[in-house]
């Protein structure tokens, strides 16, 4: 086996652990909560205690602790989440839509604003010192620093309220009844309501590419191999092109680590928004205590970032030869 094999499987091992460990503090947690999702229900009539007991002993809630963490763990290794106690259907028939709307929503974003800011960003550090590279890591740093949904709201007032030029909530209009994915996200109702929280979205995240491009490139400028190059006769943009090629290392671990991690931080992006997105789904599951609901989504979270950080390790040393598959610098 080779030393490459060896690091695949230590960081696999590690990464079943830590999903070990997320679904386990999700099941504690949930079960720590004060209420239970069926005290709603009583108040209002709708269920006796009678039936209350029926549905407990249905979902398993009137089984000791350690026999439901089991049943529980069984459902997550199988994809089998159950059903949604409040809704009265199965989970992922539940949160497949959701995280498809997630997905449609901020992929896109990602990868956009991967793509403008770190070009923008080693635009800037290859012309360190100038406004524009004060300005851009300003503009940047300010939007990054305050909370998505402040930003959030302080575009719906002046587009939405003022200017009109976009609607404040929602995926699709009220009036809309579309049929299948094709004509929910192919049409221009679906644009319309789409560009501002993507606009959201690419401007909070754009301040972290910029800074890793542009901070690569400046590490970059002085280095002996392009001082080569410039000997060679190469112009300053062909000089910029070899600086930002060699700097996208990091660029591209960080791409894969926020793409992980891409549903948890935009959250209150899509609650403010009403984007009918699976962190909308999971904000309001947590207020229902529909707990097949949490754990399943709270679950696909926590996999993804675990992922992730798996390709993002793997991919570092892969394609960067400084690093030994121990972690360490090689010799």
Do not use: C
């Not at 229900?41 to 979902?59: A, F």
């Not at 309501?193 to 970059?220: Q, T, W």
């Amino acid at each position: 086996m080779t030393k490459f094999q060896r690091f695949l499987l230590k960081r696999l091992a590690i990464s079943i652990l830590l999903t070990l460990v997320a679904v386990s503090v999700i099941f504690v947690v949930l079960r720590l909560l004060p209420g239970s999702p069926f005290e709603a229900l009583v108040t209002s009539g709708n269920l006796n205690q009678e039936q209350i007991t029926e549905i407990r002993s249905t979902y398993g809630l009137d089984e000791p602790m350690w026999s439901q963490y089991v049943s529980y763990l069984t459902s997550l290794l199988t994809f089998n989440f159950g059903y949604s106690i409040l809704r009265s259907q199965p989970v992922w028939t539940v949160l497949e839509p959701r995280l498809i709307n997630s997905l449609i929503l901020l992929v896109p974003a990602l990868v956009t604003t991967a793509v403008l800011s770190s070009l923008t960003g080693m635009y800037a550090g290859w012309n360190r010192g100038s406004r524009f590279e004060k300005a851009s890591i300003v503009s940047t740093t300010l939007l990054r620093s305050t909370p998505v949904f402040i930003t959030a709201i302080f575009f719906i007032i002046v587009f939405a309220y003022n200017l009109e030029i976009v609607p404040a909530l929602g995926m699709r209009s009220i009036r809309a009844t579309p049929e299948g994915y094709f004509e929910t996200f192919v049409s221009l109702d679906f644009l319309h309501h789409y560009m501002l929280p993507f606009a959201i979205a690419v401007l909070y995240y754009s301040g972290d590419f910029l800074l890793l491009a542009r901070n690569g490139v400046v590490e970059k400028r002085g280095s002996e191999f392009l001082k080569l190059h410039r000997a060679k006769g190469l112009t300053e943009t062909q000089q910029l092109a070899r600086a930002g090629r060699n700097s996208m290392l990091p660029i591209l671990t960080y791409f894969t680590l926020r793409l992980g991690m891409i549903f948890q931080g935009l959250i209150l992006l899509e609650v403010v928004f009403s984007w009918p997105g699976i962190g909308r789904e999971l904000v309001l599951a947590i207020q229902q205590q529909d707990y097949p609901l949490v754990q399943a989504a709270v679950f696909i979270m926590a996999l993804a970032v675990i992922i992730a950080n798996l390709v993002a390790d793997v991919l570092y040393a892969y394609f960067d030869p400084t690093i030994s598959a121990n972690g360490g610098e090689s010799a």
